[in-house]
T-cell receptor, first 114, second 111 residues
Framework: EAQVTQNPRYLITVTGKKLTVTCSQN?????MSWYRQDPGLGLRQIYY???????DKGDVPEGYKVSRKEKRNFPLILESPSPNQTSLYFC?????????????FGPGTRLTVT | DAKTTQPPSMDCAEGRAANLPCNHS???????VYWYRQIHSQGPQYIIH???NNETNEMASLIITEDRKSSTLILPHATLRDTAVYYC????????????FGSGTQLTVLP
């Protein structure tokens, strides 16, 4: 089954303790991205990657890092999490161009930083 | 990408058709209309998209007006599981940007 998976689904951590949220897709998509969703602010893009070893900042990249060493994986790294990074995070991958373009989302990771 | 306007909320009776409107009056010729939905904190789910012709798939139908300034998503027989936030998004073909989500329409299907 074609899908985007994220782990963990839920995470509670403390300020400053480095964490990684993994994202994997089995559709051989080149383009992947990370979003965060906060009440009243909708989904905002954090980082995106157009291919292996190619990453770029989205709208809200501060406090986050990403890497794209292989096509299927796109982990999100919080080197020193802070309470304002408490949010619901979604990974997405994109297929096709033109009329065939579609974006597929993972199930989400709910992160709480205390 | 053109902005979209959707009503913040709608109700629909179970088994009836749900018609969700979207206004995109500044849409350009190369911009597609996408519909996604998000069921309570789950990942957004693709529903349908179109350029200028009406489209239908197993989930829904998309009706785009001739001038392309508005569209309607139709869920032909709404069920309780269709209760979700529905997002209408306009995106230019070939754009490097991904989807920009607005606030959407909260559809509540009533038993």
């Amino acid at each position: 089954e074609a899908q985007v998976t994220q782990n963990p689904r839920y995470l509670i951590t403390v300020t400053g303790k480095k964490l990684t949220v993994t994202c994997s897709q089995n559709m051989n998509h080149e383009y992947m991205s990370w979003y965060r969703q906060d009440p009243g602010l909708g989904l905002r893009q954090i980082y995106y990657s157009m291919n292996v070893e190619v990453t770029d900042k989205g709208d809200v990249p501060e406090g986050y890092k990403v890497s794209r060493k292989e096509k299927r994986n796109f982990p999100l790294i919080l080197e020193s999490p802070s309470p304002n990074q408490t949010s619901l995070y979604f990974c997405a991958s994109t297929s096709g161009t033109g009329a065939l373009w579609k974006q597929y989302f993972g199930p989400g990771t709910r992160l709480t930083v205390t | 990408d053109a902005k979209t306007t959707q009503p913040p909320s709608m109700d629909c009776a179970e088994g009836r058709a749900a018609n969700l409107p979207c206004n995109h009056s500044t849409i350009s010729g190369n911009e597609y209309v996408y519909w996604y939905r998000q069921i309570h904190s789950q990942g957004p789910q693709y529903i349908i998209h179109g350029l200028k012709n009406n489209e239908t798939n197993e989930m829904a139908s998309l009706i785009i007006t001739e001038d392309r300034k508005s569209s309607t998503l139709i869920l032909p027989h709404a069920t309780l599981r269709d209760t979700a936030v529905y997002y209408c998004i306009v995106r230019a073909s070939g754009s490097a940007r991904q989807l920009t989500f607005g606030s959407g329409t909260q559809l509540t299907v009533l038993p």
